[in-house]
């Protein structure tokens, strides 16, 4: 078992203690639900994870993904909460026949520009619809599909949308 320190995030009952105390993974925040903010290591490049999950599945996969990143700034926040001033990946799930939540709509009609890359969650019982809300916010905003997962997603899942952030950052590294 790893220990990192978190910061609490910017909103939330505790918003006035932001350095925290180490906490263990999973890298859940019990009084506000959500995974805490982890702070940006010196010379990393802030990347937001805004997630919108409706059961569950999403958000602790978005807690997976950062505790596979220990090294990353990455931020969590549900879209609800987020206000990005960086740019962010987006975790979704896919509503009924291959919808996009309306949550996920609004929030990417305010912050869609700082969008670079979308994960999605679906149900393959649905066939040709399964992830579909990421395919169609990736085609509309002209970022790459990074994942579609099946439910909460496996560790397959964990590795490849890690991937595409540790790539994301090297790149900007070099810009």
């Not at 925290?20 to 009084?31: A, E, K, R, T, V």
């Not at 929030?107 to 869609?112: A, V, W």
């Not at 066939?127 to 994942?147: E, S």
């Amino acid at each position: 078992v790893r220990q990192v320190t978190l910061a609490r995030p910017e909103n939330g009952p505790d918003a006035a203690d932001r350095t925290g105390p180490s906490f263990i993974f999973p890298l859940l925040d019990p009084l506000v639900g959500f995974p805490f903010t982890r702070r940006a290591p010196a010379g990393g490049f802030p990347m937001l994870l805004a997630f919108d999950s409706l059961t569950g599945n999403v958000r602790r996969f978005v807690g997976s993904v950062q505790a596979a990143l220990p090294d990353c700034a990455l931020d969590a926040q549900p879209v609800q909460a987020a206000q990005p001033t960086e740019d962010f990946v987006l975790f979704t799930y896919t509503l009924g026949t291959g919808q996009v939540p309306a949550t996920t709509a609004r929030f990417l009609e305010q912050h869609g520009g700082r969008l670079r890359g979308v994960v999605s969650s679906g149900s393959f019982h649905w066939g040709d619809n399964f992830g579909r809300a990421g395919d169609l916010i990736a085609a509309r905003y002209g970022v790459p599909l990074i994942a579609n997962i099946n439910t909460g997603g496996t560790a397959q899942d964990r590795e490849t949308v890690a991937a595409w952030l540790r790539e994301w950052e090297e790149g900007q590294a070099q810009a």
